[in-house]
């Protein structure tokens, strides 16, 4: 069975850090390429980020470049997200998402190229 599982949500003041952490298992992770997305209320799920199966390459939405980061550990079958300078706006659901893949070098901004998603953590960001 394939899980995914998000944690490290929370509540933070404008300017503050967070990291998000996604835990995998039952699939062979380094099969997939990871994504972050956010969905905030009345609002249609959104791209934040995405690494490739190598950890090569990534991208990011242009709302957080500069600020966000994605990593991942192919050992612990692990993609955490670094947040920083957090807005307001930054406040949402965050879900870490898999997407299998057999290309080393292609990232997915898409939710429907996704295989399998968490169940989310939330971040709050206040003003």
């Known amino acids: 069975q394939v899980q995914l599982v998000e944690s490290g949500g929370g509540l933070v003041q404008a300017g503050g850090s967070l990291r998000v952490s996604c835990a995998v298992s039952?699939?062979?992770?380094?099969?997939?390429?990871m994504g972050w997305f956010r969905q905030a209320p009345g609002k249609e799920r959104e791209f934040v980020a995405s690494?490739?199966?190598?950890?090569?390459?990534?991208d990011y939405a242009d709302s957080v470049k500069g600020r966000f980061s994605i990593s991942r550990d192919n050992a612990k079958n692990t993609v955490d997200l670094q947040m920083n300078n957090l807005r307001p706006g930054d406040t949402a659901a965050y879900y870490c998402g898999a997407a299998h893949t057999l290309a080393a070098s292609i990232v997915y901004r898409h939710t429907g190229t996704y295989d399998y998603w968490g169940q989310g953590t939330q971040v709050t960001v206040s003003s």
């Open positions: 039952g699939l062979t992770f380094r099969r997939y390429a």
């Open positions: 690494i490739t199966w190598s950890g090569d390459f990534t």
